[in-house]
């Protein structure tokens, strides 16, 4: 390979300075300083081995002076000598590997590689180098040991042709040339072609279950490549279940991919999974038979459930679906809270729940109302009883002295420390009203602290306790009664202003709840007062003094056409004759009433009130009805009124402090559901009737 003239003068110059020889005259100053050259004497530098320069200020290659170099003397590989401005007839070894340079008649093909000689061993490599200086070798690499020579060994010709080995593939001792071609994906023979006859058809096999995509196109391809089939008959290839010979179950799925779904026999389908067909049950009803689990035949005719107290639907249960099963008798719970038990009716509702009939003020049965309790009605001995859950209100107290006289309850309602008091003691026993009479006696022992004319005074109150009346204090102008609620009052009066009346201290009366005195008569023969016996008024008294009134409230029965509704308000004096209550034969004066209930009573002084009465009195109107859920509040209240009496120039006030004690020795209760009620000053043993039985 010739090398560039100026690269054997640099290396001559180099070593001829490595021998000793200096370098040549510098004839760089005949060249003119500064400016470009005007001839070629101008350009030279006196040193034989760099060429003649002449003056050629427009050629490509001048300098900035205008210089040319000249050709060198001496071509490749001859050596320029400057001290003798000659060549050198010596043939160079420039890369110094011992080997002359071809050129000059030795045998080195490239002086420059020392790497490259003839006779040096030839190397496997991919960039062809010529280690030899042979181009027909090329080393020799056999790493799979097959006996062909790796491809990746080469050598450039020297015509532009690669000479390289034969195996494509020297990591495989199965890919050689001339080797048979097998369908792996690779060129097992080296001639550049891959599974060339040895590929098959292949189809998409998606579920790989053995069996091709029949919807898919065929692909040429090395049989057993994984996902792929030589067969195509798979009617689902998502499913690998599903392709021919697969065996047919009873599915709906042709899951042997000839056809037909569910032949499960005989290649014959009977019917096909989840299918059904029309049928007529044996109740005439139209419904479906569905098939089979084994594909074989059809299940029994099954309609949707009618009510009619069959199974229709088959599924063990009559009438299911509704709300019971016709004729079905069932337990229930009526809206009494009794249990008993309902027959389903023909519309698979439950009817009517009827239950034994007890006690409660409630239709049990179904049957003729609350009336059907009077079968259990019956006679009872007394039971007494302290409600622990007495409420006390307003200035109302307990005075603990009062448990050794033997009460069972006391409660201070005033304590005299004020004009204007109140106070209330209720029981909340929560019991109804019966179809017998409520009888209620109380004791009230009272004093006045000053010595004035008391205003005022105390009253008894049979009271609906869901009407909002009970556990509360009214006003003193009222005697503490709530002015709320529905029920009965009966009221103790101490004394009223002069100017509403006659005198009207001491006196008994009965109103309705919530009103006071609606369509009261203050003037002449008042039914609703009558004046009481000496010794009960509490006037001006500073020593205590007992009052004790007897009330009986006989309920409206609202299943007769009689009116039977009674309010009797009694005062027993002592020595009482005896009389058929109520309404009994007595002296004028006297009223029969039964405080010990049933009907032996006593000739008390008092008054009765009835419906149709007249007079213009407060007449009983179904005030306490049959069934009212009861309690009782004793409540009293004290006031001072001041007035100008007619003709009087100054005005009067009247009304003083008063101590006011209940006293309770025995309350007995109403048996479950009667509502009969009684207190009394004796414990002696009181039976009564029209009673329901049941426990306290």
């Not at 008390?604 to 859920?629: C, H, I, K, Q, W």
Request: charged residues 25%.
């Amino acid at each position: 390979m010739q090398k560039p003239s100026w690269v054997v003068v640099l290396v001559s110059s180099v070593l001829l300075a490595s021998c000793g020889s200096s370098p040549g005259p510098d004839d760089s100053g005949s060249r003119r300083d500064g400016g470009i050259c005007a001839e070629d004497r101008d350009c030279e530098d006196d040193v034989y081995c760099n060429g003649v320069e002449r003056c050629d200020p427009g050629a490509r290659d001048a300098d900035e002076a205008g210089c040319v170099s000249g050709p060198l003397p001496c071509e490749a590989p001859r050596v320029c000598l400057e001290s003798t401005a000659t060549c050198s007839d010596e043939c160079p070894d420039l890369d110094r590997d011992g080997h002359a340079d071809a050129r000059c008649g030795g045998d080195d093909c490239d002086d420059d590689d020392p790497d490259r000689y003839a006779g040096n061993v030839e190397v496997c490599d991919s960039r062809g180098h010529d280690e030899d200086c042979d181009p027909t070798t090329f080393g020799r690499r056999d790493v799979d040991g097959d006996g062909a020579i790796d491809a990746a060994c080469c050598n450039d010709d020297g015509a532009g042709t690669q000479r390289c080995g034969t195996d494509c593939d020297d990591t495989r001792g199965s890919v050689a040339p001339g080797n048979v071609e097998a369908c792996n994906l690779l060129d097992d023979d080296c001639d550049g072609r891959v599974d060339e006859g040895a590929q098959v058809a292949l189809y998409v096999d998606a579920d790989r279950d053995g069996d091709g995509d029949a919807s898919a196109e065929p692909m040429p391809g090395c049989a057993g490549t994984v996902g792929t089939s030589t067969t195509n008959g798979d009617c689902n290839d998502a499913a690998p279940g599903i392709n021919v010979g697969a065996p047919e179950v009873c599915n709906a799925i042709d899951d042997d991919c000839d056809g037909r779904v569910d032949d499960i026999r005989d290649d014959v389908v009977v019917c096909a999974s989840e299918s059904s067909r029309p049928c007529t049950t044996a109740a005439g009803l139209t419904g479906t038979q569905a098939c089979r689990a084994d594909c074989l035949a059809y299940l029994s005719c099954v309609a949707d459930e009618v009510c009619n107290g069959i199974d229709d639907d088959l599924d063990g249960l009559i009438d299911d679906g509704f709300a019971c099963a016709r004729g079905e008798i069932l337990p229930c719970t009526n809206s009494c809270g009794s249990e008993g038990t309902t027959t389903c009716t023909t519309a698979c509702m439950p009817g009517v729940c009827r239950a034994a009939e007890v006690c409660n003020f409630c239709d049990d049965d179904g049957v003729e109302g609350i009336a059907g309790e009077r079968a259990d009605a019956t006679t009872l001995a007394p039971r007494g009883l302290r409600d622990p859950g007495a409420r006390l209100f307003g200035a109302a107290t307990r005075d603990a002295e009062s448990r050794d006289e033997g009460f069972i309850d006391f409660a201070r309602l005033l304590d005299g420390t004020a004009v204007t008091q109140t106070g209330a003691y209720w029981l909340d026993l929560d019991r109804f009203q019966g179809w017998g009479p409520t009888t209620l006696l109380v004791e009230m022992r009272v004093r006045t602290t000053d010595g004035e004319q008391a205003m005022g005074g105390w009253s008894v109150i049979l009271a609906d306790r869901t009407s909002g009346v009970v556990n509360a204090v009214g006003t003193a102008q009222d005697r503490g009664v709530p002015n709320a609620g529905s029920g009965a009052r009966f009221d103790w009066i101490w004394g009223y202003p002069a100017s509403m009346g006659p005198d009207l201290a001491d006196r008994l009366a009965y109103a309705r709840l919530p009103s006071t005195w609606r369509g009261q008569i203050f003037s002449g023969v008042d039914p609703i007062y009558g004046r009481r016996a000496a010794g009960t008024h509490l006037d001006r008294q500073t020593s205590f003094i007992t009052q004790t009134v007897v009330v009986v409230y006989q309920p409206e029965d609202p299943y007769t056409v009689t009116r039977e509704e009674r309010v009797t308000i009694g005062f027993p004096l002592g020595g009482e004759t005896a009389c058929t209550a109520p309404g009994g034969a007595c002296a004028s004066g006297r009223v029969c009433v039964a405080p010990r209930g049933g009907s032996s009573g006593l000739c008390m002084l008092g008054d009765s009130y009835f419906p149709g009465m007249g007079g213009g009195a407060v007449e009983p109107a179904n005030d306490v009805p049959l069934a009212t859920r009861l309690a009782i509040g004793i409540t009293a209240g004290t006031y001072r009124y001041t007035f100008r009496p007619p003709g009087s120039p100054v005005d009067v006030s009247v009304g003083g402090p008063v101590v006011a004690d209940v006293l309770l020795y025995e309350f007995q209760p109403p048996p479950a559901g009667s509502g009969l009620m009684e207190t009394h000053l004796d414990r002696s043993a009181i039976a009564r009737g029209g009673l329901c039985s049941g426990p306290y």
